[in-house]
């Protein structure tokens, strides 16, 4: 965990560790991450409704 400078935790003297974007991202950019959430939405609309017509 990176503490800020003014964070009353901080114990030492040493300057707050600076992370580049990629870095602080540790992960992918690809855009799996996208299509699995709105597949996964999708999805689940289909099984309520289902759900609904069929138990009305």
């Known amino acids: 965990m990176t503490m ?3 964070d ?8 707050p560790e600076v992370l580049t974007p990629i870095e602080a991202r540790q992960g992918s ?3 799996m991450t996208r299509y699995v959430l709105r597949y996964g939405l ?3 609309v289909i099984a309520f409704l289902v759900i609904y017509f069929t138990h009305r």
């Open 4 to 6: 800020r400078s003014d």
């Open 42 to 44: 999708i999805l689940v």
């Open 29 to 31: 950019r690809n855009q």
């Open 8 to 15: 009353p935790r901080r114990t030492s003297d040493e300057p």
